[in-house]
Every structure is written in C-alpha cells, then in structure tokens.
Nanobody, 123 residues
Framework: QVQLVESGGGLVQAGESLSLSCVAS????????MGWYRQAPGKQRELVAT??????????SYADSVKGRFTISRDNTKNAVYLQMASLKPEDTAVYYC??????????????WGQGTQVTVSS
C-alpha cells in the first residue's frame, strides 16, 4: 500500500502563487507516475499535471488550463511531488488531490490518492 499526504493549500488572491507538496510512504518503490488532480464544487475531478518516474526529472504533462502557470516536480529521494502554482485565478479554486500510480502492465495500474487540500483563490 501507498499513503499520500498533501500539504500547502490555503486562501490566496488572484494573481498570487501557492505551492503544494505531497509525500508518499509505504511501498513507495512501486510508484511509477505521480500527479495532481483537482475537483471543484459540482464538477468532476480533473487532471492538473503528471510526472513520470524516469530519470532525474521525469516527463511532465499539464492540463491546458494550467500550462505556463503551474509547474510539477518530483524528488524521488524524498518520495515527494510538488506543484508550484503561479498567476492563480478564481477558477483554480478546488480541492487538490495528490495521485500516485503503480503500473503492473502498460494498461493495468492501481491509483492511490491523498486526502486532498483546499485551494481557494479570491478575486
């Protein structure tokens, strides 16, 4: 099993920055991709950013709505993933969830989720 604990959420004004952290514990050697998702009230959970485990930095991908504003990074030595959010907008308001995936094959994987951290951006 893998446990994920997020931190760093809060209330900021539009245009400001905020950073989220997520630390994994448990069977961490089994983790492949890590990422961040978010869920706003009344909406489905959506992907924000992901990062693979390969190499020293990993390969990243972002939702179009956050490209150029958010940066995902990973520290494999600390089993941690980070999300730096800049130029925040009110529409970024949501509960942000850390995600880790353990792949068994290219299409079969297990999802692990953190408890979520609230990010609120006021206008």
């Amino acid at each position: 099993q893998v446990q994920l604990v997020e931190s760093g959420g809060g209330l900021v004004q539009a245009g400001e920055s905020l950073s989220l952290s997520c630390v994994a514990s448990g069977v961490t050697f089994s983790i492949n991709n890590m990422g961040w998702y978010r869920q706003a009230p009344g909406k489905q959970r959506e992907l924000v950013a992901t990062i693979t485990s390969g190499g020293s930095t990993g390969s990243t991908s972002y939702a179009d709505s956050v490209k150029g504003r958010f940066t995902i990074s990973r520290d494999n030595t600390k089993n941690a993933v980070y999300l730096q959010m800049a130029s925040l907008k009110p529409e970024d308001t949501a509960v942000y969830y850390c995600n880790a995936k353990r792949y068994y094959t290219s299409t079969i994987f297990t999802n692990y989720w953190g408890q979520g951290t609230q990010v609120t951006v006021s206008s």
